[in-house]
């Protein structure tokens, strides 16, 4: 915001997060980025403001879906048990559920945010440079390819990536009836 309509940083922060509508805060960026730059920036921004207005939905899926609890007895009646997000009218549907969120999805998510905040922050240095070094001349004028590549300079360190094993349904809490405490993580693809 302080970038595109050369407010002060601290004036820009305060209108920008007052706007609590998401799509209406992305057509104002969009907006500012076509009339200060014209095209120069589309084909970045073409995919960047599809992508952020996915994290956008995500985010409220993650925020207002309802925790749910599963449990199943395997075959050799051991109970596997996890938890997942799920959709507030599926409760009341009587439809099994499909749509679901796991410990997994919430990790993929906060890395993206990762990695959409850092190319947000690239892109605000092309437009207003702090300094006379651009790390990455024209990558904002290139067309965005995401998920970003390993190596590529806006992407978070692997280390970051790691997935959580206690995810349903990659993985399940593997606990055994009859009041022992067993617990460990229950993986169906061991390997050998």
């Not at 915001?1 to 209406?24: C, G, H």
């Not at 920036?41 to 207002?64: K, M, Q, T």
């Amino acid at each position: 915001m302080s970038a595109l309509s050369d407010m002060p940083w601290e004036s820009a922060v305060v209108v920008f997060y007052k706007i609590t509508n998401t799509r209406a805060r992305n057509d104002i960026l969009e907006k500012l980025l076509h009339k200060k730059f014209g095209a120069q920036f589309n084909p970045f921004w073409n995919v960047y403001g599809r992508e952020i207005g996915s994290l956008d939905r995500r985010r409220n899926e993650i925020v207002h879906w309802l925790a749910a609890a599963n449990v199943l007895i395997n075959s050799e009646n051991q109970m596997l048990a996890g938890v997942a997000l799920i959709p507030p009218a599926s409760v009341v549907s009587g439809v099994p559920v499909t749509d679901y969120i796991t410990t997994n999805d919430l990790i993929a998510f906060a890395n993206k945010c990762g990695d959409f905040a850092r190319l947000g922050v690239g892109l605000a240095m092309e437009i207003k440079p702090r300094d006379e070094r651009v790390p990455w001349p024209g990558i904002f004028q290139q067309p965005l390819i995401y998920p970003l590549p390993e190596g590529h300079l806006y992407r978070a360190p692997s280390r970051v990536r790691e997935i959580h094993p206690r995810s349903l349904p990659e993985s399940l809490l593997f606990l055994r009836p009859g009041g022992e405490d067993h617990s460990e993580v229950w993986n169906p693809d061991p390997a050998p």
